[in-house]
């Protein structure tokens, strides 16, 4: 079983920076699109972010582009999610996706992080 191992979630007062980690357990994983959902309570899990297996096409939420920015390190098996400009609606549980061959809104998502939880204050 392929594991997608999270880091870096916390409390921040708004307008502070987080940054989230997520590291692949297995070097195949540099062939699979990553990226980051979150799902905040009573809510539905919603597309964060994601990042293409070579690392050059990003894409974003509307909700977030602009404050966050999503990069792939490490012989592309991890994946950084830089979060700024950090606003109390962006409190939820994040969870690290990988699939190929690309992670979005409504596409089908092969493996799961367990989730870090942010929790932004006013």
């Known amino acids: 079983q392929v594991q997608l191992v999270e880091s870096g979630g916390g409390l921040v007062q708004a307008g502070g920076s987080l940054r989230l980690s997520c590291a692949a357990s297995?070097?195949?994983?540099?062939?699979?699109?990553l990226g980051w959902f979150r799902q905040a309570p009573g809510k539905e899990r919603e597309f964060v972010a994601a990042?293409?297996?070579?690392?050059?096409?990003?894409s974003y939420a509307d909700s977030v582009r602009g404050r966050f920015a999503i990069s792939r390190v490490n012989a592309n098996i991890t994946v950084n999610l830089q979060m700024n400009s950090l606003k109390p609606e962006d409190t939820a549980v994040y969870y690290c996706?990988?699939?190929?061959?690309?992670?979005?809104?409504?596409?089908?998502?092969?493996?799961w992080g367990q989730g870090t939880q942010v929790t932004v204050s006013t």
């Open positions: 996706a990988a699939a190929i061959p690309g992670l979005g809104p409504g596409r089908p998502v092969g493996s």
């Open positions: 297995r070097r195949d994983f540099n062939m699979h699109a």
């Open positions: 990042i293409d297996w070579s690392g050059t096409m990003p």
